[in-house]
């Protein structure tokens, strides 16, 4: 397959780089909606504003979800790099 892509003048490595930048992309997209959503469910009530307490809520709903993300995305590197070594 890298050979019919150097044959038609496209770069393998640049194609798996833009392929990944796109992947990340979605997952931030992703990540963006579903914390709007659970974070708003959790911290909002209908009004015209957002109060100060709902503010503070979604500040600390946003801080718990990335730092469940950023031990969860741990775990999984730890797991990949264990079975990689063995």
Excluded at 26 to 42: D, G, N, P, R, Y
Aim: with cysteine; aromatic share 4%; hydrophobic share 45%.
């Amino acid at each position: 397959m890298a050979d019919s892509l150097s044959a038609a003048g496209v770069d393998p490595a640049e194609l798996m780089a833009q392929v990944r930048a796109e992947v990340q992309e979605a997952h931030m997209q992703a990540l963006v909606q579903t914390l709007s959503e659970k974070c708003f469910a959790k911290c909002v009530r209908p009004s015209t504003s957002l109060t100060a307490g709902e503010q503070a809520c979604i500040s600390k709903c946003t801080d718990r979800y990335f730092e469940a993300m950023t031990v969860i995305y741990q775990a999984i590197a730890r797991k990949a790099e264990h079975a990689a070594n063995s």
